[in-house]
C-alpha cells in the first residue's frame, strides 16, 4: 500500500460507516472547501506541523465527520460554532462524544472563540492531550 495520503484514505474507510460513506465524503470534502474561520485558523496550525503530529481535516469516523482528528494520538478535536450551546445541540454533541470515546477516540472541544481569540491556550491545551 502506498504511503501518505493514499494510507488515510484507506484508513477513513475502514473508520467509516459503509452505510453512511458515500454521501459523507461529499459532505466531508464540501467541508474541507468551505472551512470556517475558527477551522481555517486551527488548521494552519496543525498543517505547520505545531503540534509534532499529522491531523486529519474533515475526517469520517463511524457516522460523523470530525473536524480534526490525528490518527497517531486517537485524538479527535472539533471547533463549534455558537449553535453548539443550544440544548438540543449540547445533547447531541454529547451523545457524539460517547460513540467516538467508546470507539477508542479522545474529543475535546472548543469554541469558535476560542480558537479566533485565544489561538495561543488551545494549542496548549491540545498538546497536553499528545
Known sequence: MKKGRDTYNHFAYQNADP?????????????????????????????????????????????FIVDFLCPDCKLIIEVDGGYHSRPEQEYDDEQRTQILEGLG???????NDQVIYDIDNVVNEIRSYM
Open 19 to 63: 452505510a453512511y460513506y458515500a454521501q459523507l465524503k461529499e459532505w466531508a470534502k464540501v467541508m474541507r472547501s468551505n472551512p470556517t474561520e475558527a477551522e481555517s485558523i486551527l488548521r494552519d496550525y496543525v498543517r505547520a506541523n505545531k503540534l509534532g503530529h499529522k491531523f486529519l481535516f474533515q475526517y469520517i469516523i463511524g457516522q
Open 105 to 111: 477516540y479522545r474529543v475535546i472541544r472548543f469554541t
